[in-house]
């Protein structure tokens, strides 16, 4: 137990230096930044491969390590890819070392067995955990824009501010990130009903996980629609996502939550 705990911290730490990174006063995609980013990518992701110990651990703490590693990866890439998606970087290391935080508070919480192991509840798994990772990064750039807009119709500038990416970047990111997220959520979905089928003929079940989902689908395609239909954006757009993002947060690890520790 106490390994367990040194390992959470050490992860925890891990992705420290990439929040400290808002703090330079010269803001750039250098070795330094390479660095943190290696590290805070490879601090979580190494202590959930651990913690897995070669099979899928479906309790709480599991969940949210798995969820912040991928995360990491997913924005991993989008620093690469384009051109001011880095930015993100303090905000994003900043709300997954939350996300560890409560891995670790809460990581004796009971382990609930896999049920099946068959190829679709594999498929289902992976794909929910890349969803998760998407929608992730993609809030962050859509709370990334809100406060960049906000603090310039305050007029008022702050480190944070200034190492966001612009307003518009912002946008772009989210509404890429949004796609590719709901593309994949879909295949969750239909991966989801396949695994159901399988084990008990039935293709869906209206529970508390399967609404909130299905709640986070059609509000991010919503938004999808009035972005590009009507042009919508700024702030009703963030408010949107990051709407549908609480939604999913509610269907996966909020669920899992209530299950593992409140109803355990």
């Known amino acids: 137990m106490t390994q367990d705990v040194l390992f959470s ?5 891990a992705l420290l230096p990439a929040c400290a990174t808002g703090m330079r006063r010269n803001i750039a995609r250098d070795s330094v930044f390479w660095a943190s980013l290696a590290l805070a990518v490879l601090g979580p992701l ?3 491969i651990v913690r897995m110990d070669g099979a899928w651990r479906a309790d709480l703490s599991t969940t949210l390590w798995v969820t912040v590693s991928a995360s990491m990866v997913v924005f991993a890439v989008v620093s690469v890819v384009t051109r001011e998606g880095w930015r993100l970087l303090p ?66 500038g702050s480190n944070l501010s200034r190492w966001l990416p612009s307003v518009a970047d912002s946008e772009r990111l989210v509404v890429r990130l ?45 938004l999808l629609v009035l972005h590009y239909r ?3 954006r700024g702030r009703q757009a963030a408010r949107l996502v990051l709407l549908g993002y ?18 355990a």
């Open 9 to 13: 911290a050490s992860a925890i730490l």
């Open 178 to 222: 949004l796609v590719m997220g709901q593309v994949v959520l879909a295949v969750g979905l239909a991966s989801g009903m396949a695994v159901r089928w399988g084990e008990h003929r039935t293709l869906l079940v209206l529970d508390h996980k399967t609404i909130l989902t299905i709640a986070a689908f059609l509000v991010n395609g919503a």
């Open 46 to 48: 190494t202590w959930s």
């Open 91 to 156: 905000l994003i290391a900043g709300y997954l070392g939350a996300l560890g935080v409560i891995a670790m508070l809460w990581q004796n919480a009971p382990d609930r067995p896999l049920a099946g192991g068959g190829t679709w509840i594999h498929l289902h798994i992976a794909v929910s955990i890349a969803t998760y990772a998407l929608l992730t990064v993609g809030a962050i750039a859509a709370l990334a824009a809100f406060l960049h807009e906000r603090s310039l119709k305050a007029k008022r």
């Open 246 to 263: 609480l939604l999913l947060t509610l269907g996966y690890p909020g669920v899992k939550f209530v299950t593992d520790v409140i109803l």
């Open 230 to 232: 009507w042009g919508v």
